[in-house]
């Protein structure tokens, strides 16, 4: 089992950067693959970006592709979002997942955190 709590999250202006963070517990965290989701008022969550078990493969949606980064630490059970370019319809609550697949479903994670808020004004 694994718990995850989410941070870094705030108001920034178009253009601005930020980095989340999601801190996990228990032992077995590098044996998941970690995901990043949002979801904007009245929108579905959507995939955001996910990071192999190693870290040595990434994905991300057209979207955010060339302005996010994901990472990960598991020798301190982290995973990261680095947030450049900050647009206003980046504007959602960003949720960090762990699952077992590689994949770009909410469906596939296990483990959700509660979440953090990022808007970005124009």
């Known amino acids: 089992q694994v718990q995850l709590v989410e941070s870094g999250g705030g108001l920034v202006q178009a253009g601005d950067s930020l980095r989340l963070s999601c801190a996990a517990s228990?032992?077995?965290?590098?044996?998941?693959?970690m995901g990043w989701f949002r979801q904007a008022p009245g929108k579905e969550r959507e995939f955001v970006a996910r990071i192999m078990r190693s870290g040595a493969d990434t994905y991300y949606a057209d979207s955010v592709k060339g302005r996010f980064t994901i990472s990960r630490d598991n020798a301190n059970n982290m995973v990261y979002l680095q947030m450049n370019s900050l647009k206003p319809e980046d504007t959602a609550v960003y949720y960090c997942a762990a699952g077992s697949w590689f994949s770009g479903s909410f469906g596939d994670y296990n483990y959700w955190g509660q979440g953090t808020q990022v808007t970005v004004s124009s």
């Open positions: 228990g032992r077995t965290f590098s044996g998941y693959v």
